[in-house]
């Protein structure tokens, strides 16, 4: 059983920032990449960054120059620090990994449960 486990999300005001944390558990051999994505009300679920197990990484380009991602391979962790918020940002968060849970196993994404992130004009 893979639990991802999201935290950070909550209000802020135009211009604040925010930090993201999700925390993999459970009975994982290993994770490949993993990734932050947002959906909006009325709109379709869309990837907001990634990151490889190397450290490479992709960023929308809405959200370029102002999120970081990065991540922690030892405690299976992966970050979304948020600056410069705008109210386009406001949605919910979800963190997803690509992961394997045994060897030999198919890797397979796994999501976690969303956090809200509101910005306020």
């Known amino acids: 059983q893979v639990q991802l486990v999201e935290s950070g999300g909550g209000l802020v005001q135009a211009g604040g920032s925010l930090r993201l944390s999700c925390a993999a558990s459970?009975?994982?051999?290993?994770?490949?990449?993993m990734g932050w994505y947002r959906q909006a009300p009325g709109k379709q679920r869309e990837l907001v960054a990634s990151i490889t197990k190397g450290g490479s990484t992709h960023y929308a380009d809405s959200v370029k120059g102002r999120f970081t991602i990065s991540r922690d391979n030892a405690k299976r962790t992966v970050y979304l620090q948020m600056n410069s918020l705008k109210p386009e940002d406001t949605a919910v968060y979800y963190c997803?990994?690509?992961?394997?849970?045994?060897?030999?196993?198919?890797?397979?994404?796994?999501w976690g449960q969303g956090t809200q992130v509101t910005v306020s004009s």
């Open positions: 997803n990994a690509d992961l394997k849970t045994g060897w030999g196993r198919a890797s397979l994404d796994y």
């Open positions: 459970g009975s994982i051999f290993s994770i490949n990449d």
